[in-house]
């Protein structure tokens, strides 16, 4: 990149960059502490629409990082956010947990399973066949498909869980109607957490440790990107996929300097 903008806001995934479910990564605390001190807005985006940004700050703060609730974006909000751009106002049957359903609630719309004018499907533990099978209906009947995001799995302490993608292939299978999927790898993900913090995509780094979702939907939002190696892609993998990331760090505690340096001449190198 050449003779990059000085860097002004930093956005980063969660889950494989910050935490690995309640453990922090090395490095992570600090981190956040230095973006506080620097005076630099920066938001933690998360694909994982279950919780509310207040239950997510709580998870955090027991590991040791201090996230206002403000700079959490989850899938949920942005569907939330996306929903409220399309229709405001309007109606929707909702498979998902309580960070899905308070979203749709606070921008004003009416759960429920007549006649709605989406189905939206989130991630939730406890998936039911009658749920599933209700949505199935509705969107036969017409309803719009939305889903917050294409993760088919997650991970638990006991191991590999289906996630959203996985239950929206079943639906697909079953309707023969894809969902439109608002969290990453969309960039549109990325742009309403540009937007809520005003920020501009040419001065913004995005910090992921996905491939396939975190650094391709930040090169698409037009954004620079970091991925660390401390979650889901491989340093194998890198070399695999047809784009790259500005830079590729070992975790994030290389980046805690980068952050602290308030010299206006920041910015992100490719390696």
């Known amino acids: ?26 490095g992570a605390p600090e981190f956040v502490e230095a973006l506080k001190d620097s005076g630099r807005r920066f938001m933690v985006l998360t694909n994982n629409s279950i ?9 955090l703060l027991k590991s040791g ?17 996306f929903l409220l751009d399309q229709r405001p106002r309007g109606t929707a049957y909702v498979v998902g947990e309580s960070g899905l359903t308070t979203a749709l609630h606070e921008i004003g719309y009416v759960m429920t399973d007549r006649e709605p004018d989406y189905v939206v499907l989130g991630e939730t533990r406890t998936y039911s066949f009658e749920a599933i099978t209700r949505a199935i209906r509705l969107i036969e009947a017409g309803a719009r498909f939305i889903a917050t995001n294409p993760d088919a799995s997650g991970p638990s302490q006991q191991g590999t869980l ?48 996905r491939m396939d979702t975190d650094v391709v939907s930040g090169i698409e939002a037009g954004l620079r990107t970091v991925l660390v190696l401390t979650g889901s892609t491989r340093p194998d993998q890198v070399e695999t996929f047809p784009y790259r990331p500005t830079r590729v760090v070992d975790s994030i505690a ?4 980068l952050v602290a340096d308030r010299s206006p001449q920041v910015g992100v190198s490719e390696d």
């Open 51 to 59: 919780y509310t940004p207040r239950d997510l700050r709580a998870r």
């Open 65 to 81: 990082i201090d996230v206002p609730e403000e700079a959490i974006w989850t899938s949920a909000l942005a569907t939330a956010q």
């Open 1 to 26: 990149m050449t003779d990059p903008r000085p860097i002004e806001t930093w956005l980063t995934d969660m889950d494989g960059v910050l935490v690995h479910e309640e453990a922090p990564i090395p």
């Open 254 to 257: 290389e980046l805690v300097d």
């Open 162 to 209: 289906p996630a959203t993608g996985s239950v929206a292939a079943l639906i697909t299978t079953a309707t023969g109607r894809s969902p439109y999927y608002v969290g990453k790898p969309n960039p549109l993900m990325m742009r309403s957490a540009l937007n809520r913090l005003e920020a501009h995509s040419e001065t913004t780094v995005m910090i992921g440790d």
